[in-house]
Nanobody, 124 residues
Framework: QVQLVESGGGMVQAGGSLRLSCAAS????????MGWFRQAPGKEREFVAT????????YYADSVKGRFTISRDNAKSTVYLQMNNLKPEDTAVYYC?????????????????WGQGTQVTVSS
C-alpha cells in the first residue's frame, strides 16, 4: 500500500520561508514523477509544482515561480518543496502526490496517490 506523509507546514509571516517534506513508501519511489498541489479555503485544489523521476524536468505554477523550489531525493524516497518569500495568498493545505509514470504533469487526474495534507498559514 502506497503512503505519502507530508510534514513541515506551519504558520509564518509574509516574506518568511518553510520547507515541506513528503516521505513515500509502498512502491518504487524513483519510478514515478511527484507533484505538489494546494487547496485554499473555499477554492479548488490547484497545481503547484511537479518533478520528473530523475529530477531533470521541473515545472511550476506561475503563481509560485521564482519563490518555490521542488526537489527530490530518491535514496530517501522523499520530495521537498522549499517555499521562500511566502505571501498570504499562499495560505492553503499543501498535498504531495505520486504520479502514474515518470513524466511531469500538472493535472490532478494524472496522480494516483495523495498525502493527507499539511497546513501552511501565512500572516500579513
Amino acid at each position: 500500500q502506497v503512503q505519502l506523509v507530508e510534514s513541515g507546514g506551519g504558520m509564518v509571516q509574509a516574506g518568511g520561508s518553510l520547507r515541506l517534506s513528503c516521505a513515500a513508501s509502498g512502491r518504487t519511489f524513483s519510478w514515478h514523477a511527484m507533484g505538489w498541489f494546494r487547496q485554499a479555503p473555499g477554492k479548488e485544489r490547484e497545481f503547484v509544482a511537479t518533478i520528473r523521476w530523475t529530477g531533470s524536468s521541473i515545472y511550476y505554477a506561475d503563481s509560485v515561480k521564482g519563490r518555490f523550489t521542488i526537489s527530490r531525493d530518491n535514496a530517501k524516497s522523499t520530495v521537498y518543496l522549499q517555499m521562500n518569500n511566502l505571501k498570504p495568498e499562499d495560505t492553503a493545505v499543501y498535498y504531495c502526490a505520486s504520479k502514474r509514470g515518470t513524466a511531469t504533469g500538472s493535472y490532478e487526474g494524472e496522480y494516483d496517490y495523495w498525502g493527507q495534507g499539511t497546513q501552511v498559514t501565512v500572516s500579513s
